[in-house]
T-cell receptor, first 113, second 112 residues
């Protein structure tokens, strides 16, 4: 069974804090993704990675960075959290070269106060 | 025009009804079409995918693609309260590498 695990389900952080969201997948997938989901805006891609140490900007990368040091782990970093980054963050993974095997984690609900 | 458009609903139907969920898209290069189901406070789960035009059936679910109209549909037969969720259509963005562009989702409620 495919498993994408987001270690933190609910977080409350203060404005200006550095925030780390961690994601681990156990299916040896090459591709990993970070999306955010907001009411009325749907899912929007922040960053994705095709391989270890590789990253590509998605549609809304501003204010975020990512790290992929190991194949199974993809971290999203908010360098200085702001209230407009309050959102649900979803990690996903997929097999390289495929468009029909994207699996999502349960989501991380981040509130920035 | 947005690349993928989906009516957000909400859509409320009685148990046993046939449900029709739809998306339109603007990019004629899209070839893969996915439907995800998302329960409240959970991540989306892949429900069905189709390649190119035609129909695909899986139990009570049928996915339909009309590439000439740039229109895709998901039909749910004999809907159940457990089908209450948000349904998102999705298409690969920029080739087959798998980063998807999503519709905004239609919230469905099936009343017992």
């Amino acid at each position: 069974d495919v498993k994408v695990t987001q270690s933190s389900r609910y977080l409350v952080k203060r404005t200006g804090e550095k925030v780390f969201l961690e994601c681990v997948q156990d299916m040896d997938h090459e591709n990993m993704f970070w999306y955010r989901q907001d009411p009325g805006l749907g899912l929007r891609l922040i960053y994705f990675s095709y391989d270890v140490k590789m990253k590509e900007k998605g549609d809304i990368p501003e204010g975020y960075s990512v790290s992929r040091e190991k194949k199974e782990r993809f971290s999203l970093i908010l360098e200085s959290a702001s209230t407009n980054q309050t959102s649900m963050y979803l990690c996903a993974s997929s097999v390289a070269g495929t468009a029909n095997t994207i699996y999502f984690g349960e989501g991380s609900w981040l509130t920035v106060v | 025009q947005k690349e993928v458009e989906q009516d957000p609903g909400p859509l409320s139907v009685p148990e046993g009804a046939i449900v029709s969920l739809n998306c339109t898209y603007s990019n004629s290069a899209f070839q893969y079409f996915m439907w995800y189901r998302q329960y409240s406070r959970k991540g989306p789960e892949l429900l069905m995918y189709t390649y190119s035009s035609g129909n695909k059936e899986d139990g009570r679910f049928t996915a339909q693609v009309d590439k000439s109209s740039k229109y895709i549909s998901l039909f749910i037969r004999d809907s159940q309260p457990s089908d209450s969720a948000t349904y998102l259509c999705a298409m690969p963005h920029g080739g087959s590498q798998g980063n998807l562009i999503f519709g905004k989702g239609t919230k469905l409620s099936v009343k017992p």
